[in-house]
């Protein structure tokens, strides 16, 4: 692997989080940096978003897949460090898999398209994100409260957090990738 190419995806890794984290401070202060909050989102998922699409975009399917497994392992060490239950796990697989799945839709249909414009990119990104969530959040509520279907409200909190981190990771993504040429050169890294 080159190294200019490990420094891209740390780049853009860093910009997509610095997205989620900045939409974050922005609608819940400085609490999305307490990791026993559900706001704390902004900060891992901002991570693990932007981390993958950075595997998406530099790495080989094989890397891809390694990527997701080591995604996976980070997310059962940071989030889920505390304790371990099936219900927990079960969570964290539906939620971070919302993610994954949401980044790689956004990857393959929506970044590689050269006429969507950056930023309006971004609001693709936060709607894949947000019913998917929901979608799976469902799931996850369904299964724990045997059966019994998640009231609105539920729906709301984990839909408007979700389109946020969506949205930020976007943001950041775009500020990244439609700068990138200059980033490097100040940088002063060669992609060649």
């Given at each position: ?91 964290d697989v539906l939620y971070l898999g919302s993610l994954l799945l949401s980044i790689k839709l956004y990857y393959l249909f929506i970044e590689r398209n050269t ?35 998640p009231p609105i409200d539920f729906l709301f909190i984990i839909g408007k957090i979700s389109i946020l981190i969506g949205f930020g990771i976007g943001i950041g ?20």
């Amino acid at each position: 692997m080159k190294s200019s190419q490990i420094f891209q995806i740390i780049l853009l890794t860093f910009s997509g989080m610095l997205g989620s984290i900045l939409v974050g401070l922005v609608f819940y202060n400085t609490s999305i940096f307490a990791p026993n909050l559900a706001t704390f989102q902004f900060v891992a998922n901002g991570f693990f978003g932007a981390l993958f699409f950075s595997i998406l975009k530099y790495k080989t399917t094989k890397e891809q897949i390694f990527g997701i497994i080591i995604i996976f392992i980070l997310d059962f060490v940071i989030i889920l460090g505390r304790s371990i239950s099936f219900e927990l796990v079960l969570r964290d697989v539906l939620y971070l898999g919302s993610l994954l799945l949401s980044i790689k839709l956004y990857y393959l249909f929506i970044e590689r398209n050269t006429n969507i414009k950056y930023y309006i990119r971004s609001f693709a990104l936060a709607s894949f994100y947000s019913i998917l969530t929901i979608v799976f959040g469902s799931v996850v509520y369904l299964i724990n409260a045997k059966f019994e279907f998640p009231p609105i409200d539920f729906l709301f909190i984990i839909g408007k957090i979700s389109i946020l981190i969506g949205f930020g990771i976007g943001i950041g993504i775009d500020i990244y990738l439609q700068n990138e040429n200059i980033i490097l050169e100040f940088l002063k890294i060669k992609t060649a």
